[in-house]
């Protein structure tokens, strides 16, 4: 089953924050965030595997709530350089599924 | 260079024409998928390999079919292709089913069948 993400879409200017959310019926293994820039493939930010785990690089971090059934991603200070849809992915067992993704626009 | 390399980029195909798209990882990584992207969509799995000679079916396989002989290669093929199977194909591998380290994904192969 498709994790659900929200919103489905974001414009921001540039120096704003953005938050995007991803949430799932039942506890996963792990959550997984991708950036995908348009005509290209996705590319891997970060993983989360523990309940309560926070990890972030740069200005872009993300948490894993206690239950492992909702992620977010946090992106402050935005840059032109953020502007993509944002994919999660949840792992359930042997099976690895993500959400229909979230597109941020970041203008100047 | 590790990655994994996707072939055609593009592709136009008629009705009924079997076609084959290749999917090769130069990572030794056990675990690969196909995935389709489609509008308001995102990813959906097609079919997903966690090593030689296993797979297993993905949310949408309908229409597709795949083979690991080789822990590198993972082809999909469409034996029948039909125009709503007109969409952006990406093929992902990772180490232990992306544990710790997530998935790399091919560039792409962009598919039109008329």
């Known amino acids: 089953q498709q994790p659900v993400q929200s919103p489905q879409a974001v414009i921001l200017r540039e120096g704003e924050d953005a938050v995007i959310n991803c949430s799932s019926s039942?506890?996963?293994?792990?959550v997984h965030w991708y950036r995908q820039k348009h005509g290209e493939a996705p590319v891997f930010l970060m993983i989360?595997?523990?309940?309560?785990e926070q990890k972030g690089h740069d200005k872009i971090s993300a948490s894993f709530n206690e239950k492992k059934q909702q992620s977010s991603l946090y992106l402050t200070a935005s840059q032109l350089s953020y502007s993509g849809t944002y994919f999660c992915?949840?792992?359930?067992?042997?099976?690895?599924?993500f959400g229909a993704g979230t597109r941020l626009t970041v203008k100047p | 260079e590790a990655q994994v390399t996707q072939n055609p980029r593009y592709l136009i195909t008629v009705t009924g024409k079997k076609l084959t798209v290749t999917c090769s990882q130069n990572?030794?990584?056990?675990?690969m998928s196909w995935y389709r992207q489609d509008p308001g969509l995102g990813l959906r799995q097609i079919y997903y390999?966690?090593?030689?000679?296993?797979?297993d079916k993905g949310d949408v396989p309908e229409g597709y079919k795949v083979s690991r002989k080789e822990k590198r290669n993972f082809p999909l093929i469409l034996e029948s292709p039909s125009p709503n199977q007109t969409s952006l194909y990406f093929c992902?591998?990772?180490?232990?089913?992306?544990?710790?380290?997530?998935?790399?994904f091919g560039s792409g192969t962009r598919l039109t069948v008329v």
């Open positions: 992902a591998s990772s180490s232990i089913q992306g544990a710790h380290y997530g998935y790399t």
């Open positions: 039942k506890a996963l293994y792990s």
């Open positions: 989360l595997l523990k309940g309560g």
């Open positions: 992915g949840t792992e359930f067992r042997n099976d690895m599924r």
């Open positions: 990572m030794n990584h056990e675990y």
């Open positions: 390999s966690m090593n030689v000679e296993v797979t």
